[in-house]
């Protein structure tokens, strides 16, 4: 699904970021991903807009794209599982206050009260905070959502002759004077539909 690939275009864009702290990486990293340009055009302006909202950070990077693979416990003996471990990733961990957070990257094409409830009893990151307490040998305060709403912006296709004439014929149609000053709508370029999407995106497309 194209939300999937944007999704996942706008991860490695800012594991990219998260790095190397270099915009133009960052942004390469979403022009290499296998989608249509609109996309790749939307992709990057949010990325773009995304540095400049949180430009300079409040946090300190310490890992980012962190593989655990921690031990099972039993609570009541604290021996380890002989078959079973828990293995898992996480976007980044951060240092913020002087303590260690779990940094998790959204994106959505909305961010309301149900999307924010739904992350607030996200037993998944409960989880992995218990594990990387134990492998990391340092608790887990809590974990930071980063949330990136993706811009609605539509690329303009244009229409085609026939197009044209058909819409020029029904607006005549409706004309008292049977005239129209109707223009055919052309196809829009990239480097105006990138200055649309960065008009659309406001602080509002990203939340903490």
Not at 83 to 89: A, F, I, P, Q
Not at 134 to 140: A, T
Not at 153 to 180: M, N, V
Request: overall charge neutral; charged content about 30%.
């Amino acid at each position: 699904a194209s939300a999937l690939y944007f999704g996942s275009a706008i991860h490695r864009g800012l594991e990219s970021w998260f790095k190397y702290g270099i915009k133009d990486a960052a942004l390469l990293a979403i022009e290499c991903q296998d989608m249509p340009e609109p996309e790749i055009i939307r992709a990057k302006a949010l990325l773009e807009k995304y540095i400049e909202q949180w430009s300079p950070e409040q946090f300190e990077v310490v890992e980012v794209e962190y593989e655990f693979n921690a031990p099972i416990r039993n609570p009541a003996t604290n021996r380890s599982s002989k078959v079973w471990r828990l293995r898992g990733k996480v976007d980044g961990l951060v240092r913020y206050k002087g303590e260690l957070f779990i940094l998790e990257h959204k994106t959505t094409s909305k961010c309301d009260g149900a999307y924010i409830d739904r992350i607030l009893i996200d037993s998944q990151i409960a989880t992995y905070a218990n594990a990387i307490t134990s492998f990391y040998h340092e608790p887990v305060a809590g974990a930071i959502y980063d949330i990136l709403v993706k811009p609605q912006t539509r690329f303009k296709e244009g229409e085609t002759d026939e197009e044209f004439e058909a819409r020029k014929a029904a607006l005549i149609a409706k004309s008292k004077t049977g005239t129209s000053k109707a223009q055919k709508q052309e196809r829009e370029t990239a480097e105006q539909f990138r200055e649309r999407v960065l008009a659309d995106i406001t602080p509002d497309n990203f939340r903490r």
